[in-house]
């Protein structure tokens, strides 16, 4: 019920609603703990459930609701999947992530390389603002594939939005490319490659910052964590 889009096919003999914030079958508020993992209070059918979940920011919030949505269209009591979510722990990725939360040293990294599109990017950059941190947040962003003839529109909007979100950001993909030609924020770098966007996030990220990278699967941001993790052992010998 948070996507307007969607709100008209709600309708016929048999469909639940969730949503976050607002009134619908099953919906929840949401906020993040110290370790900026979601705190959610789901509600459904005058029944109340506290859950803190394992998965990080709002991605986590959104994630759950969903999932309490089917969990009540099969039969399952709002308990039953609260105990479910609570126990919930989000696959360890060695390679693409799905908003995974991960450390490289002290600096905390969201891992969610999967895959990426206009609205998951802005919910992704929400939950990057939303972290609690002592130091800057920093997003690493990838082309998003498949937008046909308004991908050119889409990426320059993206853009736009990214200084209210993070203290810097480094872009990659022939279509950042040619966004950031048309745009002149300070805050965001362009990388060739993967490599480089290693490079540029070795040199600025620090102690106490947090890292967001995401980008669709064809751009394999994966590989910034390979050659950012290969320069810190290098170093670290050295």
């Known amino acids: 019920m948070n ?27 949401w906020s993040l703990n110290e370790q900026g993992m979601a ?5 459904a059918h005058n029944t109340v459930e506290e859950i803190l979940l394992r998965i990080p ?16 269209s099969i039969g399952m ?18 390679g693409y992530g799905r908003m995974s939360k991960i450390m490289i040293d002290d600096i905390t990294v969201l891992n969610d390389t999967y895959n990426a599109n206009p609205a998951s990017m802005m919910t992704a950059l929400e939950t990057l603002y939303l972290m609690p941190t002592t130091g800057k947040r920093i997003a690493i962003l990838g082309d998003m594939r498949e937008l ?25 993909g022939p279509e950042f490319q040619k ?47 390979e050659h950012w993790r290969n320069y810190r052992t290098i170093h670290n010998h050295s």
């Open 148 to 172: 046909g003839d308004s991908s050119a529109e889409e990426h320059l909007n993206l853009l736009g939005k990214v200084a209210d979100y993070c203290d810097d950001c480094i872009v990659t």
């Open 39 to 43: 705190h959610c209070t789901l509600q």
């Open 77 to 94: 009591t709002l308990h039953q999947i609260a105990e479910a979510l609570r126990s919930y722990d989000a696959p360890v990725y060695s």
């Open 3 to 29: 996507d307007e889009r969607l709100k008209q096919y709600a309708k016929g003999p048999r469909f639940l609603t969730y949503a976050l914030d607002i009134d619908a079958d099953i919906h929840a508020t």
């Open 179 to 225: 966004a950031t030609q048309n745009t002149a924020l300070e805050c965001i770098t362009f990388a060739e490659s993967s490599e480089e966007c290693a490079q540029i996030i070795y040199a600025k990220a620090k102690t106490g910052d947090i890292v967001l990278i995401k980008g669709s699967r064809g751009i394999r941001l994966e590989h910034v964590l």
């Open 57 to 72: 920011g709002k991605v986590g919030a959104m994630t759950a609701i969903a999932s309490a949505c089917i969990g009540l």
